[in-house]
């Protein structure tokens, strides 16, 4: 006889426990790959903006003004506040925020606009008034100006780079920093333009909508980039539940001064080389000179203050080339130049010693010695001895 056993509340109860967990366990970790793919898809699109941000300068020779957060009805459309837009408002959905640096020097701190990214306008250039499509390399999709979230990408840019008639690479205002307030930049403070997501809490951001997504959290390390002054925090993840809440995500481009090359505050428009005590080389890494080139030199003016050898030596003045100098006259009708420079051979009495000179050779003894004379079209090319080399118009041959 067969007996038929079946399951105890004991049994099933355990097995019911254990699917809770694997549930529990599987829910957890596809929370955890949501939450990354969120990351992961906002820094790239960040990327991407960045990548179409650059070749719109490029094209037009300015970053362009930010859209309105808010979808004031003129989609993805940049716009720039006025002048008359005072500092600490917002026109059109675009804010405009006093930073704390006076690049152009006008007397006046530079300003910093602050919206959305302006998809639409990044696709368009304005050229005699009618429309073109100018970024075709990387063209920008409407929906990767949003984050993982779907919520707005923050596009912070300093207004002087917004026009291309006075556009320089330092004039960047915007300055970012960490969470103790240090700035985390270069040189503080010359940020070109700021793309920020409100991250996983979402405290600040406007949905793609244009709507508050959720209002910003006071008291914690990214309260800052809630309030939109100016001043941006690049932190480091952090989700406890205290002062040091940080999940907001940062990109930023800058203006960097290198250690070689500067701006110079007495001449505008100028750059100088810091390097005092070594040489630049243009085709060669062994530079021997404060500017030593290894090539043609294609130039419409020189000024110089002495031609000199490959050496440095044998220098002398341009006026011994493009002026009435004495000491480049040989004085005696027998002899021609042979050299110019401080050490060149022969003999001329109008030259004091150690002056830069002409070196001058006997050609013939006297004009008496002078035999032959080039006749017809033909022209003097030399001579050999005391007798004339005389060439024919033409005469690939003749020295």
Known sequence: MNKERGFTLVEISLVIFIAGVLLAMGIAAYDIYKTRARYEQTWSNMDHIRDTLMEYQSVTGSYPCPAALDNNGAFGEAHCPGTGVASGTCDQGVCVVDSARDADSDGTMDRILIGAVPVTTMMQETVSGSQTNVIQEAPLPSNAINDGWSNRIVYAVSENLTRNTDFRSD??????????????????????????????????????????????????????????????????????????????????????????????????????NTNTDGNVGVGTNTPAHKLDISGGVLASKIYTKEFCDAEGNNCYAPEKIGGEDPAMNCGDANMAVKRIGRDAPGDNPNITPGEARVGCQTIFSSPAAVTGNCTGTQFLAGWKGSAPICCDLGDADCP
């Open 171 to 272: 004039y960047g205002a915007i300055n970012v920093v960490d969470e103790t307030g240090q700035s985390i930049m270069g040189t503080p403070g010359t940020a070109h333009y700021v793309l920020l997501s409100y991250g996983e809490n979402q405290a600040g951001a406007n949905s793609s909508a244009g709507f508050e997504v959720a209002p910003c959290i006071a008291g914690t390390a990214e309260t800052p980039n809630c309030q939109r002054n100016g001043t941006f925090v690049s932190g480091i993840l952090s989700k406890g539940n205290n002062a040091g809440y940080y999940d907001d995500m940062i990109r930023f481009t800058e203006w960097t001064v290198t250690n070689m090359w500067s701006y110079s505050m007495n001449s505008p428009g100028s750059v100088f």
